[in-house]
């Protein structure tokens, strides 16, 4: 607390530091793309960079557009890091999903076109230890549609949602090894599950990462485990670009 106090007395320009990044990401099965911008400001709440350059604590509100042309959606975020390696967040968006034939989903008998709210709470980490890293996500997600009756379609985890409110887990893990400055290789994990109407899938892709300056490049190949128990052969490429880092280290 005497940190915070203490930062409410600087100039904002010394405790605020702006960031913004944008991504876009590409998926063969099931068929997904979307393109997201976010915005956010840290501000710091203790420091000790002097002993180690992650040793330091913010609290970051930041926004988020992101749009896959027939689904829309604006999401605002608070996060909370003790330490700039584990993060607590929570947040909220509005979806609007103008499409009635999302891949996967049988539009005739669930809801696909629909006006959609998000509430989340969630805890990520990343860790390394010389060339190896890790890095977890882990999210509970209330999801609620304008069509209060019968299921769903939650084209994020590509599950079926009960009664138009149901909660989606999510897990995601990264472990991978650095060979150089440019170049990573890896394994990446995501399970979803959705919990009033239990169903699930998971996606497992091994990867490998390319650098160029503030763009990263991601390209992987795996299998995706579908709701109704198959696997099914998918590849992704995922577009990352980092224009200010302030105070968020992934």
């Avoid at 609007?96 to 696909?112: E, G, H, S």
């Avoid at 990264?174 to 959705?194: D, F, P, R, S, T």
Wanted: net charge positive.
């Amino acid at each position: 607390m005497k940190y915070l106090i203490f930062a409410l007395l600087l100039p904002i320009s010394a405790w605020a530091t702006l960031d913004y990044s944008a991504q876009s990401l590409v998926r063969s099965y099931p068929i997904g793309f979307f393109a997201a911008a976010t915005s956010g400001y840290g501000f710091k709440v203790w420091d000790k960079t002097d002993v180690n350059p992650a040793f330091y604590g913010y609290i970051r509100p930041s926004a988020t557009v992101q749009t896959s042309l027939v689904v829309n959606q604006a999401r605002a975020q608070i996060d909370f890091a003790p330490v700039a390696f584990m993060n607590f967040y929570a947040g909220a968006a509005l979806v609007n999903r103008d499409f009635n034939d999302l891949d996967t989903f049988n539009c005739d008998v669930v809801t696909c076109r629909a006006k959609m709210s998000r509430q989340y709470i969630g805890f990520k980490m990343a860790l390394k230890f010389k060339t190896i890293f890790l890095m977890t996500d882990h999210r509970f997600e209330r999801v609620q549609t304008s069509d209060k009756n019968g299921v769903f379609a939650e084209e994020m985890g590509t599950l079926l949602g009960a009664g138009g409110d149901d909660v989606l887990r999510v897990n995601q893990l990264i472990l991978g090894h650095e060979i150089n400055e440019k170049w990573a290789i890896g394994g990446l994990v995501i399970a979803n599950a959705m919990e009033k109407l239990v169903n699930s899938t998971r996606m497992q892709v091994g990867f490998a990462r390319r650098t160029f300056g503030k763009l990263t490049v991601l390209g992987g190949v795996g299998t995706f485990h579908t709701r109704s128990n198959s696997d099914v052969f998918s590849t992704l490429v995922l577009f990352q670009w980092s224009g200010e880092k302030g105070l968020t280290l992934f």
